[in-house]
């Protein structure tokens, strides 16, 4: 669950059709007891780690889904777009240390692209709602926001579509 800052805040579970219980310490100092101003992200599906060696970067890339990303090992930059009239804008730009971590949020907060800044592989653990080295998604050219279909192939078992 998160609470407008697009970060991971509490666990919950979900006990009935609409309503979540979390614990209550969630609800203080600063967070918000309004429920509309609360995200809850469900169904992790699938951990990924990914290694980037030093210098290597990805293309900007979407997700298509929430989870979240935690920094394992190394340091890394990462570049935060969002999509204005088919251009795409950088909006922020964040280094990562090990022990950092990020929520992706669709539609607003999915898409970025990361680079190794260490000497050695940067490791980062990704749990996604969805298979997202199968899935077929998108890569942008920041410069035109042209979009083209992007399949990251991160995995290490085949796809279910190329068995
Ligand atoms: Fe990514």
Redesign the pocket.
């Known amino acids: 669950m998160s609470n407008g800052r697009n970060i991971f805040t509490c666990g919950g579970s979900l006990v009935a059709p609409g309503w979540v219980l979390s614990a209550a310490h969630c609800f203080g100092e600063g967070s918000s007891d309004n429920p509309a101003d609360w995200t809850v992200a469900t169904h992790i599906a699938k951990a990924t780690m990914v290694g980037l060696p030093p210098g290597a970067e ?1 293309p900007v ?1 979407d ?1 298509l889904a929430w989870g979240l990303v935690g920094l394992y090992r190394g340091t890394q930059d990462e570049e935060i777009y969002a999509r204005r009239n088919g251009a795409l804008e950088l909006v922020e730009r964040r280094s990562l240390e090990a022990g950092d971590f990020y929520a992706l949020l669709p539609p607003t907060d999915d898409i ?1 692209r ?1 680079r190794t800044t260490s000497a050695e592989t940067s490791v980062s653990i990704h749990l996604l709602t969805n298979d997202t080295g199968c899935i077929w998604r998108h890569a942008f050219d920041p410069d035109s926001g042209e979009e083209r279909p992007f399949r990251s192939g991160y995995v290490n078992v085949a796809c279910e579509e190329d068995e």
């Open positions: 990805t890339h997700h970025h990361v």
